[in-house]
């Protein structure tokens, strides 16, 4: 099974920040790796599909680059709706799975 | 607007039986194949199933293998989870996902959620 490494598994920042936030895998899953957010009693929602392409709607501050091992989600400057927690998602093969999750709380 | 709609949840004893229902609507649902992810509470997301568009194929997560069954009707376009000799660690908020279509994927998969129905686990 593909093991996904995502760190920090929290952060504290504060408006305006950049973050960062990295998964690894520890095989390689070419760009089969998408990142979601997730608030407290909601479902997660799609940022990133394809390891960089932007979902629709999402904005453009959110950014994701990497291919086969080494992902990188990154919020170019933090706003006050961006503090959630973050999941990566390999579908290289299955069986399918995420990160541990990184927390984003407020500084 | 694509819609999933999850029922079946509730509180059921370990060694029990339970089975999940997800409603699509909104899309095709024959051409899609559909997942069902669950996070038990405080934890995180934890994939645990996927079925083909056309029922011809199922993966499972090792933790539910031989005890947990994904199938479909499509001519009703719902999802199911039948969930057989239930444990503590079966606990958490069940959530039906839709994946991409059979003939095209470059939009990614795991776009669309349901909210998500609570299993709980316990005697």
């Known amino acids: 099974d593909i093991q996904m490494t995502q760190s920090p598994s929290s952060l504290s920042a504060s408006v305006g920040d950049r973050v960062t936030i990295t998964c690894r895998a520890n095989?390689?899953?070419?760009?089969?790796l998408g990142w979601y957010q997730q608030k407290p009693g909601k479902a997660p929602k799609r940022l990133i599909y394809?390891?960089?392409n932007l979902q629709g709607g999402v904005p453009s501050r959110f950014s994701g680059s990497g291919s086969g091992t080494e992902f990188t989600l990154t919020i170019s400057s933090l706003q006050p709706e961006d503090f959630a927690t973050y999941y990566c998602?390999?579908?290289?093969?299955?069986?399918?799975?995420f990160g541990q999750g990184t927390n984003v709380e407020m500084k | 607007q694509v819609q999933l709609v999850e029922s079946g949840g509730g509180v059921v004893q370990p060694g029990r039986s339970l089975r999940l229902s997800c409603a699509a609507s909104?899309?095709?649902?024959?051409?899609?194949?559909m997942h069902w992810v669950r996070q038990a509470p405080g934890k995180g997301l934890e994939w645990v199933a996927v079925i083909w568009y056309d029922g011809s194929n199922e993966y499972y997560a090792d933790s539910v293998k031989g005890r947990f069954t994904i199938s479909r009707d499509n001519s009703k376009n719902t999802l199911y989870l039948q969930m057989n000799s239930l444990r503590a660690e079966d606990t958490a908020v069940y959530y039906c996902?839709?994946?991409?279509?059979?003939?095209?994927?470059?939009?990614?998969?795991?776009?669309?959620w349901g909210q998500g129905t609570l299993v709980t686990v316990s005697s």
């Open positions: 998602l390999q579908h290289n093969s299955y069986p399918w799975t």
């Open positions: 909104g899309f095709p649902f024959s051409s899609y194949g």
């Open positions: 394809g390891a960089e």
């Open positions: 095989q390689g899953i070419r760009n089969d």
């Open positions: 996902v839709r994946d991409c279509s059979r003939v095209d994927c470059r939009d990614g998969v795991l776009e669309y």
